[in-house]
Antibody, heavy 123, light 108 residues
Framework: QVTLRESGPALVKPTQTLTLTCTFS??????????VNWVRQTPGKALEWLAL???????YYRASLKTRLTISKDTSKNQVVFTMTNMDTVDTGTYYCARTSRYYGSGSYFDNWGQGTLVTVSS | EIVLTQSPATLSLSPGERATLSCRASQNVGTYLAWYQQRPGQAPRLLIY???NRATGIPARFSGSGSGTDFTLTISSLEPEDFAVYYC??????????FGPGTKVDIK
């Protein structure tokens, strides 16, 4: 059974850095074709893909946010860490980690999701 | 950037009725389109991928069709647990792909 779980702060101040951890089980990020993604859901922009890290450590970021985002993995702990710098009130929303794999299409559909973590940006 | 438009924004139906949801892409996405269901307080769940393939464990009352720029998700007979928000997602330019704004199916 595949599970993913996000953890991190519920509240961050403007200009601060958000750090979220995705802890997963039921699959390995060393398996060819596996990726872990971060997707957010905000009132203004609905669902928005942010970043992904592949089994081979390739990383991709949303172009408009690239300078603010970092993603990394620790395969020994089955964890993916996501950071977003210079947080603003418009970044308030629910942040999900989600798996993509080659079980569905070519590996760009989100086949398993965490429950999400609500992040509020406020002073 | 490929923009997805979903219609209607809200669909009010009764249990047992048929639901037809539309997703339109601003450019040709072939069959590289998925549908997700999001119940209140839950994460999205993959229903349909590559336009017409049901994901594992998805009931047969859910079906997808279409190609190019026009796609449809059909729920043949609504069950109480089907009242939710439905999103389409295209992967033609993955990453990032893009999501539609959603269609809410609520109880009439």
């Amino acid at each position: 059974q595949v599970t993913l779980r996000e953890s991190g702060p519920a509240l961050v101040k403007p200009t601060q850095t958000l750090t979220l951890t995705c802890t997963f089980s039921g699959f390995s990020l060393t398996t060819t074709g596996m990726s872990v993604n971060w997707v957010r859901q905000t009132p203004g922009k609905a669902l928005e893909w942010l970043a992904l890290i592949n089994w081979d450590d390739d990383k991709y970021y949303r172009a408009s946010l690239k300078t603010r985002l970092t993603i990394s993995k620790d395969t020994s702990k089955n964890q993916v860490v996501f950071t977003m710098t210079n947080m603003d009130t418009v970044d308030t929303g629910t942040y999900y980690c989600a798996r993509t794999s080659r079980y569905y299409g070519s590996g760009s559909y989100f086949d398993n999701w965490g429950q999400g973590t609500l992040v509020t940006v406020s002073s | 950037e490929i923009v997805l438009t979903q219609s209607p924004a809200t669909l009010s139906l009764s249990p047992g009725e048929r639901a037809t949801l539309s997703c339109r892409a601003s450019q040709n996405v072939g069959t590289y389109l998925a549908w997700y269901q999001q119940r209140p307080g839950q994460a999205p769940r993959l229903l349909i991928y590559d336009a017409s393939n049901r994901a594992t464990g998805i009931p047969a009352r859910f079906s997808g069709s279409g190609s190019g720029t026009d796609f449809t998700l059909t729920i043949s007979s609504l069950e109480p647990e089907d009242f939710a928000v439905y999103y389409c997602q295209q992967r033609t330019n993955w990453p990032p792909g893009s999501f539609g704004p959603g269609t809410k199916v609520d109880i009439k």
